[in-house]
């Protein structure tokens, strides 16, 4: 990975050079001068010119995705609306409401093509497939990682709070982690908090400055929506064995998830102590402290559980909450010993 990040920063410092020499000459004086003539071929060089020599040179390198090529049009017409100056971004102010809104749904189109494919694969494998993974898997074909990680939590947030709150069908190898240990209730008392702080907050800071009071209070709703949309996922996304490939799929919700390959597993304990800051020991919950554990897990390697905004956290030991604690600990355990 560390190799390929460094491959890519080299491939960037053509184009890098391509801008940086674009910006120094429109404060030249010379293109202040002959400014009508030269917008044109300087928005374009900005805009298409520099995408091609990207793409030119990432195309001897597959580790490179093709898809960077999108964001690096998206960087380029970003950068022109910075630099060039606002008289002279006739070219641009129609390329920002047209192409940008059609480049939009188009990979929105891809996602969602690549899901349905994806869920069909899954179900003629006989696997099972939530909406968090199929989506996640879908962004990070066509988006760069990071902007993956964000794309797919914000429509796995829709798309729980619109999701009827049907369980999923009781199984014999998948366990609830939310039915004995009250973090629904701590769950709800945060969204009351948040109702409650929200409207307080506001009151105080709209006398103060209206655009600040309510920027914060769409970030506080937005955070309830989060907290709803948890509440809704953790329902329908249980903690199971898969015997077929012989994993164990961890999930808290669509806010925490890592498939332990069966064989990886060193131990697998009843565990209700404090975690100390000096311990090599992570929460499997996103809400860390705030939520309770009654299982430790230990791995033979580092195990990277998956978190919401593409975060990523890397653990041979973590702990995590299940309802049917030793029927799930002596399932493992004839699985780890056999």
Not at 24 to 50: G, K, N, W
Not at 119 to 146: K, N, W
Not at 268 to 276: E, G, H, L, Q
């Amino acid at each position: 990975m560390t190799r390929t990040l460094s491959l890519r920063h080299a491939l960037l410092t053509l184009p890098v050079l391509l801008i940086l020499s674009i910006y120094a000459f429109i404060q030249t004086s010379y293109y202040q001068a002959h400014a009508e003539q030269l917008v044109l071929p300087i928005t374009i060089d900005l805009i298409l010119t520099v995408p091609i020599v990207y793409f030119l040179t990432i195309r001897r390198h597959p580790q490179i995705p093709r898809y960077t090529v999108i964001s690096c049009f998206v960087i380029c017409v970003l950068i022109a609306s910075l630099i060039m100056p606002s008289s002279d971004q006739d070219l641009l102010r129609v390329v920002r409401s047209t192409l940008i809104p059609v480049i939009e749904l188009s990979v929105l189109g891809v996602i969602i093509y690549k899901s349905r494919q994806l869920i069909r694969s899954y179900r003629e494998q006989g696997r099972r497939a939530d909406f968090h993974e199929m989506i996640t898997l879908a962004c990070q074909s066509v988006l760069p990682a990071r902007a993956a990680g964000l794309l797919a939590t914000e429509l796995s947030v829709i798309y729980y709070l619109l999701r009827s709150p049907s369980s999923p069908v009781p199984r014999e190898e998948q366990y609830s982690y939310y039915q004995k240990n009250g973090i629904k209730a701590t769950l709800i008392v945060f969204i009351f908090l948040i109702a409650i702080e929200t409207g307080a907050l506001h009151f105080l800071l709209a006398g103060w400055s209206p655009v600040v009071a309510w920027i914060l209070t769409i970030l506080s709703i937005y955070t309830g929506l989060q907290i709803i949309a948890l509440l809704r996922s953790i329902r329908a996304m249980p903690i199971y064995i898969d015997r077929e490939q012989e994993t164990l799929e961890l999930r808290y919700g669509f806010f925490s998830r890592v498939s332990v390959p069966l064989p990886e597993i060193e131990s697998i304990t009843a565990y209700r102590r404090s975690i100390d800051e000096e311990e090599d020991i992570v929460h499997f919950s996103p809400l860390g402290g705030l939520s309770s554990h009654n299982i430790l897990l230990t791995l033979q390697s580092p195990a990277t559980i998956s978190r919401i905004y593409g975060m990523r956290t890397e653990t041979s030991a973590m702990t995590l909450w299940i309802d049917q604690k030793e029927k799930f600990i002596n399932e493992m355990e004839e699985l780890i010993a056999g």
